[in-house]
């Protein structure tokens, strides 16, 4: 039998702790106190949330699933780098609830912008370690450019989101949610 190279327990209890939070996530919301339709689409700030939250731990999931796949052992290293990144993640239903009972109040938008720049900070690091280090016959030179250019570039935007947010949360939130779309697809091409 070959000896562990620690993965599938990091792989393991990472797809836990996602699990969990989607889980918090939905324990927050609640049904509106009237038996109406009305009264529900009265609470769309929730619902937003809600759904946007639920969007983006889902695309972290993939990215870091997919980022995982090119792990060839655990280290020390990776397993802290990982942790940090489920902590930044694991802000992501605190946001969630201040931005919703705010309803899109400005600091509550700002920080959720806040938690993605973190969020996008810790999977920066995380590329770093994992597919830095690789030789170019398994991840080409140029889908790593591309991989730590859409994570450049998607740190700006949330950091730029985070400050406009103070003064216009709706626009801090839309550029969150565009930078959502460039994740859709974990992989880089090439």
């Known amino acids: 039998m070959l000896p562990s190279s620690g993965l599938e327990r990091l792989n393991a209890f990472s797809d836990g702790v996602f699990a969990v939070l989607i889980t918090v996530l939905v324990l927050d919301l609640r049904p509106p106190e009237a038996p109406t339709f009305k009264a529900l689409l009265a609470s769309w700030e929730t619902w937003l949330s809600y759904g946007v939250s639920y969007l983006f731990i889902a ?21 802290w ?5 489920l902590f930044s993640v ?29 969020v996008n900070l810790t999977y920066l690091f995380l590329i770093r370690e994992l597919i830095d280090p690789m030789p170019d ?39 969150c949610i565009c930078c959502l779309v460039v994740y859709l697809r974990p992989q880089a091409r090439g």
């Open 137 to 175: 016959n398994e991840v080409s030179p140029q889908a790593r450019r591309k991989m730590r250019l859409r994570a450049l570039v998607t740190l700006l935007l949330f950091g730029l989101a985070a400050i406009l947010a103070l003064k216009y949360p709706v626009v801090g939130l839309g550029i």
């Open 90 to 118: 694991s802000l992501l239903p605190l946001a969630t609830a201040w931005m919703a009972v705010s309803e899109l109040a400005p600091q509550p938008v700002a920080f959720y912008a806040a938690v993605f720049f973190l």
């Open 81 to 85: 780098l990982n942790f940090a990144h």
């Open 59 to 79: 695309i972290v999931w993939a990215n870091h699933h997919h980022l995982l796949r090119h792990a060839k052992q655990s280290s020390a290293t990776l397993m």
